[in-house]
T-cell receptor, first 115, second 114 residues
């Protein structure tokens, strides 16, 4: 079965320290992968996407993610957290066998940033 | 170009009442989707429409119906609302082209069923 797993439901960091949000997917087909951010009571904003081009993807607000096929992972990182990064983050995947027509969302990781 | 719009933004229903959530996109996308978001569950697909005239069930279709009225509009209907349908509902449209894949989400409808 195809699935996406966000390994941490909550991640706490201090402002100025690195951020790592982990995501693994399970599929034998070629995936396209995305990270979305959702601030409290707001909609979804696309941070970055991987669609079979460069494996290191740079997104907005200093975030980046690396697609590692051998590890079936697409972890999100940022060198230095800012208070405004506090939000919920979703790893999202779509697969070639569905014609990339349906998205599967991870359950989300809440990022908490302390001063 | 308004992107994806949803109405209403907020709604409170009593158990057993019916309502329709409206979604429209002005980007000429073929595919449209309805998701629900619940705490700790991410977004789960309710129904989708790959093209005008077609609809398919997603992960959690029970208690819902959809209509793809035309290429722009995709509505979600709750015939007899239940407290378990209290959630935030997001509509989305997607364009899939050879070298790109773009998704656009509406702002959401927050529904409470008492």
């Amino acid at each position: 079965a195809q699935s996406v797993t966000q390994l941490d439901s909550h991640v706490s960091v201090s402002e100025g320290t690195p951020v790592l949000l982990r995501c693994n997917y399970s599929s034998s087909y070629s995936p396209s992968l995305f990270w979305y951010v959702q601030h409290p009571n707001k909609g979804l904003q696309l941070l970055l996407k991987y669609t079979s081009a460069a494996t290191l993807v740079k997104g907005i607000n200093g975030f980046e993610a690396e697609f590692k096929k051998s590890e079936t992972s697409f972890h999100l990182t940022k060198p230095s957290a800012h208070m405004s990064d506090a939000a919920e983050y979703f790893c999202v995947v779509t697969f070639e066998d569905s014609g990339y027509s349906t998205l599967t969302f991870g359950k989300g990781t809440m990022l908490l940033v302390s001063p | 170009n308004a992107g994806v719009t949803q109405t209403p933004k907020f709604q409170v229903l009593k158990t057993g009442q019916s309502m329709t959530l409206q979604c429209a996109q002005d980007m000429n996308h073929n595919s449209m989707y309805w998701y629900r978001q619940d705490p700790g569950m991410g977004l789960r697909l309710i129904y989708y429409s790959a093209s005008e005239g077609t609809t398919d069930k997603g992960e959690v279709p029970n208690g819902y119906n959809v209509s793809r009225l035309n290429k722009r509009e995709f509505s979600l209907r709750l015939e007899s609302a239940a407290p378990s349908q209290t959630s935030v509902y997001f509509c989305a449209s997607i364009i899939i082209e050879e070298s790109s894949y773009e998704q656009y989400f509406g702002p959401g409808t927050r529904l409470t069923v008492t």
